[in-house]
């Protein structure tokens, strides 16, 4: 029997006037809206081919999605949110409803052994085939909450066997509210049960991004690969875009695990997790277009207004540091026709490699590539 040691702080009273984004508040007339409800999502898994979509668009659309974190509707805490976030203080007002809706259905999160997330989809884009690319351009990322948890558990932390300290899993709860200067931030205490004192940047994006597979099975939601998956590039805020190579017809497009803050590397297992509201475009790039334009990606390519952000995964971090190197050579081969070894010596004196996650059984690593440095 796994158990939870819960940390926490009372909920500021800072934070209890911020607006909760139920389903449907706020959607204006006219805008095509993907709520959150169990209809509309996958516990634990992705989509795949087989899967039939929730709903369809044309490229070049914009969708605005309520997106559910797992946290808090968990069985190893409960799997009740009115509960767990309520021993924290949150009001009940302040408790997503699709939340509570989702704990208390009859849906089973997954087949044993399959992942945590909750995920919003899948999405068909029309016409998007095989060898194209879709692209995805996150246009706003809005909290739906003032509060998130940052857990460890499963043994998947940077520091197994070390932590969490005598417990199955650890759920720290972290709050928003503003700074001295007004700006919005997380907030966690030095100790349990203290006022929050520590306070970081929110940086909200979505973990998980992604296409579906081919084939009739559907991926565990952890591990990230050529679909996308969850990749966890903190990177993918507001203005940035995602290029993931169609592997069905029509893309067949999914979003989630919604994160208000991550560092590199996500060494505790899970970011601040948190519900977000977010509008996203989805556009295709023909195939002939995206290979003189990107080369043969392999895998997910980030493109932020400074950098391009290629990335590399596997299981071993060296190699997953290798396939990143790799695909950062092809790209700037194929945009800016680099010679390769030439490539590799600007990558080494000018490129930082960033290790995007280490805990998602499939490591990643992403480069950050300056546009401007090929600028004339």
Known sequence: MTTSLIQSAPLPSGSTSQRILQSWDGIADGTTYLPAAKENVLWGAL?????????SIDPGTSVTIDTLSHEGILEDQGRDPLAFFGSHGVPEHQILEDAISLAASDIKRRPAGLGPHVV????????????????????????????????SRHGRGALDGE????????????????????TMSGWLPLRP??????????????????????????????PPGAHGGNIDINL???????????????????????????????????????SLRVKLRFDVV??????????ELAGPLAETPEFLVPTGMDEDLDTAVQNCVRAAIGLLQARYGM???????YLSAATDFNISQVVDLVKGVHARIRVEDFLR
């Open 47 to 55: 989509p795949c081919a087989g899967d039939r979509p929730v709903l």
């Open 120 to 151: 919003s989809g899948p999405i068909a884009v029309k016409g998007a085939r095989k060898g194209d690319l879709l692209k995805i351009t996150v246009l706003e990322t809005t909290p739906r909450v003032p509060y998130g948890v940052i857990s």
């Open 163 to 182: 932590f969490p300290l005598g417990a199955g899993s650890y759920s720290a709860f972290a709050t928003v509210r503003p700074t001295g200067d007004g």
């Open 193 to 222: 049960g203290a006022e929050p004192s520590v306070h970081f940047p929110l940086k909200p994006f979505l973990g998980i991004m992604g296409v579906a597979v081919d084939g009739t099975q559907r991926p565990h939601s952890v």
């Open 236 to 274: 993918l805020t507001a203005g940035s875009s995602l290029y993931l190579p169609v592997q069905v017809a029509d893309a067949l497009a999914y979003v989630g695990d919604p994160h208000f803050a991550q560092g590199d590397g996500e060494v505790s297992l899970t970011a601040m997790e948190a």
């Open 286 to 295: 023909p195939q002939d277009e995206a290979v003189l334009s990107f080369g």
């Open 339 to 345: 010679d390769p070894s030439l490539a590799y010596a």
